[in-house]
């Protein structure tokens, strides 16, 4: 089975990413369980970059839409209801990027 792969490319301030990693930390283990969902990495650049890259493993295009458009994703990104306190986004900007794995060694 080939895997549906996102990434999220977060650009941060330079000293904010840290902050990003901890809030990743603090909610590790919060998609188990979402159908189609197969893991997850954060990448931190370890060059002078400021843009992070938050890598997903999917079933299929379906099980990343379902999960973009279900109320699990809208909590965690901050928006709808959630008796979570919010927190200030620590990105300044992002892009999602799509990619299937070609060729695997």
Known sequence: MSSVIKINAITVPADSGDELGKRFAARHGSMEGT?????????????????????????????????????????????GDSEEPKQKPVGMSSELWSYTVAVTG
């Open 35 to 79: 159908p189609g969902f197969q893991g997850f990495e954060l990448l931190q650049p370890t060059d002078d970059r400021t843009t992070w890259l938050v890598l997903t493993r999917w079933d299929s295009e379906e099980a990343f839409e379902n999960w973009r458009n279900s109320q699990h994703f809208q909590k965690s990104h901050g928006e």
